[in-house]
């Protein structure tokens, strides 16, 4: 579950949050993703249509990798309203092999069909980098519960390799906070009326589309 945060609201946020959370395994990284679409972005046009199934195909990285370096090949997907993901690493290098021989190198033989289904069946190619810089916690009293912060939402549609760097243009220029909430379980009592009393509900947000909707508004003002 999204909320989309303004800087007041997030610091007043993680002044209560603090006490309750503890840094996770993986606290700070820079995510860095390549979302792959359509020649025509179907798959960012039938997300804006909020349909009950929709799907997103990405290459992501934690921070900026080399060419030798495992990055992720993810399929995400959502079915009324829950969201699940698979994925599979694989070297950078061998990725952009793939692109140019067909034969993708990923030893799970069901997420290599399913990827590698997509990629054929639907022409996928790059669209778009998006990177931001993340910090994740989770509940001291759950470990399950994770809480997560994005800062800096940016964005290419140039030089789209995971290896040219993390910058781009910032998405919000007021500096907004995606703050994320990943359970299996019902919030705890005191989160909900933390949240309610400060009237912070939650957004749809897909950072894919939203940047798809900009970049596609402003190519036709042009």
Not at 15 to 42: M, R, V
Not at 159 to 183: F, P, Q, T, W
Request: some cysteine; charged content about 35%; glycine content about 4%.
């Amino acid at each position: 579950t999204k909320y989309i945060l303004t800087q007041e609201e997030y610091a007043d946020l993680f002044t209560k949050l603090k006490k309750k959370t503890k840094k996770d395994y993986y606290f700070a990284s820079t995510n860095c993703s390549i979302y792959f679409d359509t020649p025509n972005c179907d798959l960012a046009i039938r997300s804006i249509e909020k349909p009950i199934f929709k799907e997103k195909i990405r290459l992501r990285s934690y921070n900026v990798p080399t060419l030798d370096d495992v990055v992720y090949l993810e399929i995400k997907t959502k079915y009324r309203g829950v969201g699940y993901k698979r994925r599979a690493g694989i070297k950078l290098r061998d990725f952009y092999d793939y692109q140019k021989t067909g034969i993708l190198n990923i030893r799970n033989e069901q997420i290599r069909n399913e990827i590698d289904y997509r990629f054929k069946h639907r022409k996928l190619e790059p669209q778009v980098f998006i990177a931001y810089d993340r910090q994740s916690y989770c509940l001291k009293e759950d470990p399950n519960f994770r809480i997560t912060f994005d800062f800096g939402i940016r964005s290419r549609t140039d030089n789209l390799r995971l290896e040219a760097g993390d910058d781009g243009e910032l998405y919000y220029k007021d500096h907004r906070v995606i703050m994320e909430v990943k359970s299996a379980k019902a919030y705890p009592l005191w989160f909900s009326k933390m949240m309610n009393g400060r009237k912070i509900y939650p957004a749809s947000n897909s950072k894919y589309s939203n940047i798809y909707r900009k970049i596609n508004k402003q190519s036709k003002e042009k």
